[in-house]
């Protein structure tokens, strides 16, 4: 027996939302990502799991959820960039090559959560 969920990794971002359905649709929609597991307690979502690449996101539901912010690398940024502006996030910074080896972009998804996609470029200069 295994002390985790198979496929999961040792440590899991977990985030603190007032809308975790929303959160979960747009992880699906511009991170094309599974939905694992979610739990309800009535109409509440008390607990949920997507899966981005080889990581899982956990989330719960709570009024007045707090900011958080994630950073995931993905083979094309760029992409997920544009798929998030198309699916209501707001921009906080342009995808751009930052002089650290990444070319990074910024935005903040409906529910607050703000989201910086990166792909690794080469080594610094």
Known sequence: MTYKPDGYTDLSPYLILSDPEATLKFCEAVFDATRLRVFHD??????????????????GGAD?????????????PDAAFAHALDHGA???QPMMEKGDGDRRGGFRSACGTQWFVAKQMGAPA
């Open 90 to 92: 707001t921009e906080i």
């Open 42 to 59: 009535g109409d509440r979502i008390m607990h949920a799991e997507c899966r981005i690449g080889d990581s899982v996101l956990m989330m």
């Open 64 to 76: 007045g959820g707090a900011d958080a912010m994630v950073h995931l690398y993905l083979p094309d």
